[in-house]
């Protein structure tokens, strides 16, 4: 049965190389929630694409988009398909352990019929896929047609002989990956094309799109220190607890303050019971407010592959404290921009922030430092540049 399956897959796979899609149609399969650097990069990728001559068709599964993206969308033109099952999600748990790979194997060849069907009715030209979880629709790289994988995580893990294969394929057939840091870009090449780099493979930063300040106007703010992500384990919201009270131990009138919402929320905001001056505060939407009213950004995570906030942070001209993993070294300059300290490394972090807390003028200097670097670096329109390169006009 499976044999007769991957030959009829084979079959049409093969007759997809002699039909010639528009090169205008776009199909964006695009991995986003309510809230987060996805989502961000989701408003500027399709108005971006609509500029380089692309009609865009998204791709939507699962429990679909909430009501501010469909409006959204609708007022940029983008029309909607919706996935007849959420082919991306497997219940593993639900599956004997010796059956995972065959199992796998049929998820697979199910899936690519399915992207078959699609280019086929639709004729696109191209698809684009922005994820956030490495791994995800890989074997789209067998299809006959330029495929852009934008992979907005980091790897962790080196991918299996086969997925191993389809990538490689997929990169000798012009199928191209785009990151979002050289940290990240590098763990690929260690991961997916084991240990070697790959003309295929190109690291392009996030930008960060500024929005027109007020003036600020009134007594002067209270110290302040903004952190803005979810609320997962790799964040580290434990390590900003624990750094937090004892930066508060020496300067009790600093106020810490979590911007953003997730699985350890109850649990946070239980560790902090009592302490006003630790708040998560949840997910906002005016996020400009807080970086208007922070005195230092402070991003501890365990891992990062870029980390778009702390790049909204310098271009709001506010030092930032970041942790010595994945791309957030190459956004913050150590001792020139703010800090870039050992993760997990209470101690380090704790004198980075009092530096910076009890030194307005340090202060000051390495927030101007920061938003110049920011101009250089990850406005929109050197993103724009980057992309320019990798997905021309048609």
């Not at 956030?132 to 495929?147: A, N, T, V």
Request: one cysteine or more; charged letters at 10%; proline letters at 6%.
């Amino acid at each position: 049965m499976l044999v007769a399956a991957l030959l009829k897959l084979w079959w049409r796979i093969r007759g997809l190389r002699q039909q010639k899609g528009s090169p205008h149609q776009l199909l964006l399969v695009a991995e986003f929630g309510e809230k987060g650097g996805t989502r961000t990069y989701l408003f500027s990728l399709i108005p971006f694409l609509q500029q380089q001559g692309y009609h865009i068709t998204l791709l939507v599964s699962g429990n679909g988009i909430d009501a501010t993206m469909a409006a959204w969308l609708t007022q940029q033109g983008v029309p909607l398909l919706h996935a007849p099952f959420d082919f991306w999600c497997v219940q593993w748990h639900t599956i004997p352990k010796g059956l995972h790979r065959r199992h796998l194997l049929r998820y697979q060849i199910k899936e690519l019929h399915y992207w078959c069907d699609l280019i086929s009715t639709h004729r696109f030209g191209s698809l684009l896929f922005s994820v956030g979880y490495p791994e995800q629709y890989l074997y789209s790289f067998l299809l006959p047609l330029p495929i852009t994988y934008v992979l907005h995580t980091a790897t962790q893990q080196p991918l299996d002989g086969i997925k191993y294969r389809v990538v490689q394929y997929g990169l000798r057939k012009q199928q191209q990956i785009i990151t979002v840091s050289h940290a990240a870009q590098q763990q690929l090449w260690q991961h997916w094309c084991k240990g070697q780099p790959h003309n295929g493979i190109h690291a392009v930063y996030n930008s960060y799109t500024p929005i027109p300040l007020s003036p600020a106007v009134g007594k002067a703010k209270p110290l302040m220190v903004l952190t803005i992500g979810s609320l997962e384990p790799y964040k580290n919201p434990q390590f900003f607890i624990a750094v937090a009270q004892q930066v508060m131990a020496q300067l009790p009138d600093v106020q810490f303050v979590w911007a953003g919402d997730g699985s350890l929320m109850n649990s946070s905001t239980q560790a902090v019971a009592g302490n006003k001056g630790i708040r998560f505060i949840g997910n906002v939407d005016d996020v400009v407010h807080w970086y208007q009213q922070a005195t230092v950004y402070f991003q501890p995570s365990l891992l990062e592959s870029h980390g778009i906030a702390v790049v909204g942070a310098m271009c709001h001209a506010l030092p930032c404290v970041v942790a010595n993993h994945g791309g957030l070294p190459e956004s913050v300059l150590h001792q020139k921009t703010g800090y870039v300290v050992p993760v997990q490394d209470t101690a380090a972090a704790v004198a980075a922030l009092l530096q910076l807390l009890q030194q307005p003028a340090l202060c000051m200097q390495m927030g101007m430092a920061g938003q110049q670097r920011y101009q250089q670096l990850f406005t929109p329109m050197q993103w724009q540049a980057a992309m320019q390169l990798l997905i021309p006009h048609v």
